[in-house]
């Protein structure tokens, strides 16, 4: 008898459930469930069967202790559903009965053991997706979730989040532990689907809740809630986190938000919505007894921004209860992290309700200076930008006489200098406000009030005064004189306060503190006055400090605030106490290092020692003409031990560093003949002090500072000392701009420069250019010729080298002046000696020596620069053969060669240069193109005939892919008149050809095309056909979102250029400024485009029909832009809204979506007020 399917899967059933070991059968399961043998729903049997088993194995079990058979079926159940998740068709098993068997097994499950873990993962995704409306999931979910902690597995938090995204839960439940735990795993593990599920639980409309506010804020009436409600406030009162409500609860209707959030807020502790007189209200605050955290600031940052004019009970408003919670945690918990957190998420929506609340937020700030957060920041924020800063300070001192702070107030220095920078934006009236409000609590709070009082206001408004003064800008030149007297007026109040405080009898520490900061930072400013503007009326108050620095220096006890140490050294010489507040070496160099201009006053022996001990990291001393004294004098010092040369002491380097005549500029310049001439040239020094000298400004001393950096360089280089090459480097840089060589034979120095084997390449050419610029050196040069030309060594090219910069000098020489005069006799004679050298070498060059080549090619440029209107001569041979070698082995320098010969071609004999030069000389050139090579092209297309020019440009076009730099170089290039139908066919080609290329998907050249096409529309005469142009205008289409801003150069020199032609094609311009400005420009992509729309008012109305349309695109940019893009995009639609008419505007108002609507209110409220010509001038 034939065996049927339904045979099988009987005997499979009767095997798994026999007797038979449970080794055997879990074997058999496995073998059956991942074997190809065919038994009709075997997938089904096998899992049924584990379920089962498990079921059976936990449902009566007292503990949750692990043994063999359990951990054999996990195994079992494990590889089955692994197999099942690598099958490529799922069997058809619905796993409903899942969540029934895992509400039996996981109260005893060990959650700690992998296999069983990932089981509860699989079983769960699977049977969310099989069986998503099953009544079980709410208690499963429940008893799950609440067995997770941070670091369970996260397959199993990912197959909870998949769950929750999948099943549907019954409305008809009380779903409060759900939501409980739900609450807690969104705090370790936030997901999407989380909200979503509680979105759907709780707010599925919100009709539910309008009985439950009015209920809650004390509304008299029964109530009974409904099953929302109910899992609603059952879940709260048992402590559950209200992060996950508040980030469920959906924008729209903006009351059920604000009244949530106040509900939420009353669970946190805080005042809120919630009336403990209520039934409902009562239950609700019992979560209050219980040990819950406080996530008020994350509460916060979920819950903001709200429609602030929403009323929660009648005439309380969310704005007012939003400052309600604050002042209510601010005063009960100081300025603590989450304070600064809570305050940071109502600054960045609501600024506005913080005003109120400054003083108080400013002072509980000061109580904790060193609090984390952006509190001050964003308290000067709110006053700056409701214009009110300098009543910041007065709330402040009037918040101060009726609070007494829990602790001493004390500023922190971050908050001092953004109070510094923030006052040199102000307008000047508002910083005189501020001062004037200073100098009345001054007067009333600490000169006329109680100690005690005068002690607090003095710790609080002394930081504030010094600030204000030393960050004024009050004595710049545009100062109006009417302010004057009005600022001379505050100095005076703010003096005689002061001298009031000074002249008490007891002066307790604080008021000290504040006598000295203030008196430092008056005098900063009245120097300012005296010396800058010459006000002498403004001296008396430095009289006043001159006499505090006197009493702080004469008694300890005043010498306690920071400010005292600045108030000495600014009258130190004024009171003769230089040596004593500047003598200590330690004292004087951190006061250096913080206050650079100080270094006048410091005592010379003082400094010295500063220089030769310290390291000094502040930049701005290396642009102290007195500090670079003291280095290059420490320098020669150490460099002189044996006194072989005569260096003046340091007092003489005060006074005469621009003076080569003065008695520091003589002696420096005897040392350079002895050190010319000597065999000791004296001591060695160490790197760390070439170092030193580098970072002075070498080539911007000071004419006598300079020789004596010189010195110090060529010493070592002299002395062969080890760092010569660092020393040669630090000499080029002296001699850039030298007046060495009035004392020194230039044409000696450069043969012993030479001379040295390690010499660099720097300074021969520095000193070989600076040689030819005066008639002295040139005939140094001369007279040492013989001596230069007898110490050739073809091993280097250092002569070669020299030879070049030379002729390059003498070019210069040359070129200038009249002719006859004994600098250009001595030049013509140098320069005639130079070219047969060269000659010399020329002849015995070495063709393997890539560097000689190189030289003499620049060399050959030179000569044909300086002899070609006068004949080349024996040079013709140099010049023809350097030619060739540039056509044909394209050496570095046959730019330059090539570039002169073009230049001077009309000088030049036809012999001199080889047959086709310009053809061959255009291959290199087109196969070498870069930037640099522009001016060459422009050179050899003035001196191109027709035919050469045709054969050259059908060279480009031959090519498959058009080069678009040489090309844009050939448009701007200029030819001769018999040569302009050539170029034009050429170019036509050309460009229609690049048009065609761009179109292509992995166009090379995109970010070319831009500046291309601009080259195009600027051309006069245009260049290519009117037709081209338009093309070119499309192709713009075709450019990147990188190119925007130079895709709009590009049309905004089209539409200035091509003023007609524009107006044909308008669809084209408006289509390119859709495609730049989407979607985010940059800053400089709407700079661009305001010059664009600025040139539409040339052709009104031929842009009025499109006008609307473009402003209604650019205000939906306007709603999703950075501050700073609104206001270029503002300043960009004020022309097109001059070009509109009345029924534009309607259209406009009528079509634009709301929030775009508000921003064009707000944009033609602006623009009628401020920038509508109105007739009137």
């Not at 002042?327 to 992290?337: I, R, S």
């Not at 060193?370 to 700056?384: A, E, I, T």
């Amino acid at each position: 008898m034939a065996l049927q399917g339904s045979d099988l899967t009987t005997g499979l059933q009767t095997r798994l459930s026999s007797t038979l070991p449970l080794e055997v059968r879990c074997r058999l399961a496995v073998n059956t469930f991942t074997s190809n043998v065919f038994i009709p729903r075997k997938e089904e049997v096998v899992l049924d069967w584990l379920m089962t088993s498990l079921d059976l194995k936990y449902r009566d079990r007292l503990s949750p202790s692990l043994t063999p058979d359990d951990t054999l079926l996990w195994d079992t159940l494990h590889t089955c559903l692994a197999h099942m998740a690598t099958a490529p068709t799922s069997p058809p098993y619905k796993f409903s009965t899942v969540p029934d068997i895992l509400l039996n097994i996981l109260p005893h499950t060990d959650m700690s053991l992998a296999t069983s873990m990932s089981c509860i993962s699989h079983l769960i995704t699977l049977s969310s997706k099989h069986s998503p409306t099953h009544p079980n999931w709410s208690n499963l979910l429940s008893l799950l979730i609440s067995s997770t902690t941070a670091d369970s597995s996260p397959s199993l938090i990912t197959s909870l989040h998949t769950a929750i995204q999948r099943i549907t839960l019954d409305p008809t439940q009380d779903h409060s532990p759900l939501l409980i735990q739900l609450s807690a795993l969104n705090l370790s593990h936030p997901h999407p689907s989380l909200q979503q599920m509680v979105s759907s639980l709780l707010f599925p409309t919100p009709d539910p809740y309008t009985p439950l506010f009015s209920h809650l804020s004390g509304v008299d009436g029964k109530y009974h809630p409904c099953q929302v409600t109910s899992i609603l406030l059952s879940s709260l009162s048992s402590g559950c986190s209200p992060l996950l409500v508040m980030s469920s609860c959906p924008a729209q209707p903006p009351w059920l938000r604000a009244k949530l959030f106040s509900v939420l807020l009353s669970t946190q502790g805080c005042t809120g919505l919630v009336d403990s007189s209520t039934v409902e209200g009562g239950k609700l605050l019992k979560c209050l007894t219980k040990k819950i955290v406080f996530e008020g600031s994350s509460l916060f940052r979920l819950a903001l921004p709200l429609d602030l004019s929403l009323e929660l009970a009648p005439g309380y408003t969310m704005a007012k209860s939003i400052q309600d919670v604050v002042k209510e945690l601010v005063v009960a918990e100081g300025v603590t992290e989450e304070i600064a957190d809570i305050l940071d998420a109502v600054h960045e929506h609501h600024p506005q309700v913080l005003e109120p609340l400054v003083a108080l937020i400013l002072v509980k700030h000061l109580e904790k200076p060193s609090s984390v957060g952006n509190v001050f920041k964003n308290l000067m924020d709110v006053m700056m930008k409701l214009r009110q800063l300098p009543k910041l300070i007065s709330k402040l001192f009037l918040h101060l006489r009726t609070s007494s702070p829990v602790s001493p107030l004390c500023w922190a220095e971050s908050d001092l200098e953004m109070l510094g920078s923030a006052l040199g934006s102000l307008p000047r009236v508002q910083y005189l406000e501020m001062w004037k409000s200073i100098n009345y609590h001054l007067s009333s709070d600490i000169v006329s009030g109680t100690s005690g009082q005068a002690d607090q206001f003095a710790a609080v408004l002394s930081p504030i005064l010094s600030t204000v003064l030393l960050n004024s800008q009050l004595a710049d030149h545009n100062l109006p004189s009417s302010l004057l007297p009005r600022i001379q007026d505050l100095m005076d109040n703010t003096l005689t306060s002061l001298e009031t405080v000074f002249n008490m009898d007891n002066i307790s520490s604080k008021l000290k503190q504040l006598v000295v900061e203030a008196s430092y930072a008056l005098s900063e400013l009245s120097t300012l006055f005296v010396e800058y503007r010459g006000l002498k009326q403004f001296g008396k108050q430095l009289a006043f400090a001159q006499g505090v620095a006197a009493r702080v220096g004469a008694a300890q006890d005043w010498q306690d605030s920071p400010a005292a140490r600045r108030l000495q050294v600014s009258f130190c010489q004024e009171n003769k106490s230089t040596e004593k507040v500047l003598g200590d070496c330690e004292e004087a160099f951190d006061e250096l290092e913080s206050t650079p201009d100080i270094i006048g006053q410091i005592p010379d022996p003082t400094l010295l020692k500063i220089v030769r001990t310290k390291t000094v990291a502040n930049n701005l001393l290396y642009e102290s003409p007195r500090f670079c004294s003291a280095v290059i004098f420490t320098l020669l010092a150490k460099w002189n031990k044996q006194e072989n040369f005569f260096i003046p002491e340091f007092e003489h380097w005060a006074n005469f560093a621009d003076s080569l005549d003065s008695y520091l500029g003589k002696s420096l310049a005897s040392c350079f003949t002895t050190l010319m001439h000597s065999e000791l040239p004296g001591s060695e020094l160490g790197a760390q002090d070439l170092e030193v000298l580098g970072k002075l400004p070498l080539e911007n001393l000071p004419t006598v500072l300079k020789l004596g950096a010189t010195l110090v360089c060529l010493g070592q280089v002299y002395r062969q000392a080890k760092s010569r090459t660092q020393s040669f480097m630090l000499a080029a840089r002296c001699l850039e701009t030298t007046d060495l060589f009035r004392f020194v034979d230039a044409g000696k120095f450069l043969n012993q420069m030479l001379a040295h084997e390690d010499v660099t390449d720097e300074i021969i050419e520095v000193v070989a250019k600076s040689a030819g610029r005066f008639t002295k050196t040139i005939k140094d040069i001369d007279n040492n010729f013989h001596e230069f030309e007898e110490n050739v060594r073809n091993e280097n090219n250092l002569h070669l080298k020299a030879c070049v910069c030379l002729l390059n000098s003498l070019n210069m020489s040359l070129s200038e002046g009249a002719e006859g005069t004994d600098k250009k006799v001595a030049g013509k004679a140098l320069a005639d000696k130079i070219s047969k050298h060269v000659v010399k070498i020329f002849k015995k060059k070495n063709l393997d020596n890539s560097e000689q080549i190189e030289a003499l090619c620049v060399a050959a440029a030179e000569l044909v620069k300086m002899y070609s209107k006068t004949g080349l001569g024996k040079m013709s041979k140099l010049v023809h053969k350097m030619v060739e070698l540039s056509l044909s082995e394209t050496c570095r320098s046959w730019i330059t060669l090539l570039g002169e010969i073009c230049k001077n071609f009309d000088h030049l004999e036809a012999d001199i240069l080889p047959e086709d030069w310009k053809l061959s000389c255009w291959k290199v050139l087109s196969d070498n193109f870069e930037e640099d090579c522009q001016a060459l092209v422009k050179s050899l297309f003035k001196i191109a005939t027709p035919s050469e020019l045709e054969q050259m440009l059908k060279t480009l076009l031959d090519n498959d892919l058009v080069d678009l730099s040489i090309w844009k170089c050939i448009i701007s290039s200029e030819v001769t008149e018999d040569c302009m139908n050539a170029k034009k066919a050429a170019v036509e080609e050309a460009v229609a050809a690049a048009c065609k290329q761009a179109r292509a998907v992995d166009y090379e050249q995109l970010d070319k095309l831009p500046e291309f096409f601009t080259v195009i529309f600027s051309s006069s005469p245009p260049c290519v056909s009117t037709q081209l142009e338009i093309v070119c205008l499309g192709s713009l289409l075709s450019s990147s979102t990188e190119s925007a801003s130079s895709s709009l150069s590009a049309l905004s020199t089209f539409l200035s250029h091509r003023g007609t032609l524009s107006t044909r094609t308008i669809p084209i311009t408006t289509l390119i400024i859709r495609n730049c400005i989407s979607p985010s420009p940059s800053v400089l992509t709407l700079h661009a485009l305001q010059k664009v729309l600025g040139l539409f008012s040339r052709h009104k109305a031929d842009y009025s029909s499109v006008l609307p349309h473009l402003v209604a695109d650019i205000l939906h940019l306007m709603s999703s832009s950075s501050p700073q893009s609104k206001t270029i995009l503002t300043t960009s639609l004020h022309p097109l809204l001059d070009m509109l008419d009345k029924h534009s505007f309607e259209y406009l108002s009528s079509n634009l979506a709301p929030a775009t609507n508000e921003i064009f209110k707000r944009l033609l409220t602006n623009y009628n007020s401020s920038h509508k010509f109105k007739g009137k001038v």
